[in-house]
């Protein structure tokens, strides 16, 4: 059974450090997706990650991919309040159901 | 364009009671997918349907639950007898072809009193 989890699952942390979000997962998979969701709404897609290696940056969050690691990772750069929210972490596996998602980490960033 | 829409966006029912949740996707996409989220939680996969073939409705929790698409366009979800652990948001999302990016809707809060 594939399994995909995230650390930590809950952070809070000030306005201006840095911190990265993990996410490992238990099958082979070239891609993956991380997702924002803010209190009470829905899921919104931040990244999208097709390859070994490959890594986004939109703003202060760059995402990276490590297949042979079966890793993922979800950096904050100098965080802002904006960011409070909850991510999660979705591993393509090409059947069934086709995603399999992480529990999430809800970060708080604090003033 | 258009996204995802979903409705009711809320529904309160009583136990015992059937309800039926919509989904509209995004015009063109071919899959869509079902999840559940209780409150403070993450997603449960229920079901996913991928064009014309046979639905996958692994995550289905009881034969109280069960979804149809018509026209390979428009979803319903259906929970018959409901109970008060049925109460969460359930999620709507869709994708072009099936693995892409999803596209989530605004989700329908469903509370069984």
């Known amino acids: 059974e594939l399994k995909v989890e995230q650390n930590p699952l809950f952070l809070s942390m000030q306005e201006g450090k840095n911190y990265t979000i993990y996410c490992n997962y238990s099958t082979t998979s070239d891609r993956l997706y991380w997702y924002r969701q803010d209190p009470g709404k829905s899921l919104e897609s931040l990244f999208v990650l097709l390859s070994n290696g490959a890594v986004k940056q939109e703003g202060r969050l760059m995402a990276s991919l490590d297949t042979k690691a079966r890793l993922s990772t979800l950096h904050i750069t100098a965080a802002v309040h904006d960011l409070s929210a909850t991510y999660f972490c979705a591993v393509d596996i090409p059947y069934g159901q086709n995603f399999v998602f992480g529990p999430g980490t809800r970060l708080s960033v604090l003033p | 364009g258009a996204g995802v829409s979903q409705s009711p966006s809320n529904k309160v029912t009583e136990k015992g009671k059937d309800v039926e949740l919509r989904c509209d996707p995004i015009?063109?996409?071919?899959?869509l997918y079902w999840y559940r989220q209780s409150l403070g939680q993450g997603l449960e996969f229920l079901i996913y349907?991928?064009?014309?073939?046979?639905?996958?409705k692994s995550g289905l929790p009881s034969d109280r639950f069960s979804a149809e698409r018509t026209g390979g366009s428009v979803s319903t979800l259906t929970i018959q007898r409901t109970q008060q652990e049925d109460s969460a948001v359930y999620l709507c999302?869709?994708?072009?072809?099936?693995?892409?990016?999803?596209?989530f809707g605004p989700g329908t809060r469903l509370l069984v009193l």
């Open positions: 349907f991928q064009g014309n073939s046979a639905p996958d």
């Open positions: 999302a869709s994708t072009r072809t099936g693995r892409e990016t999803q596209y």
């Open positions: 015009s063109g996409h071919t899959a």
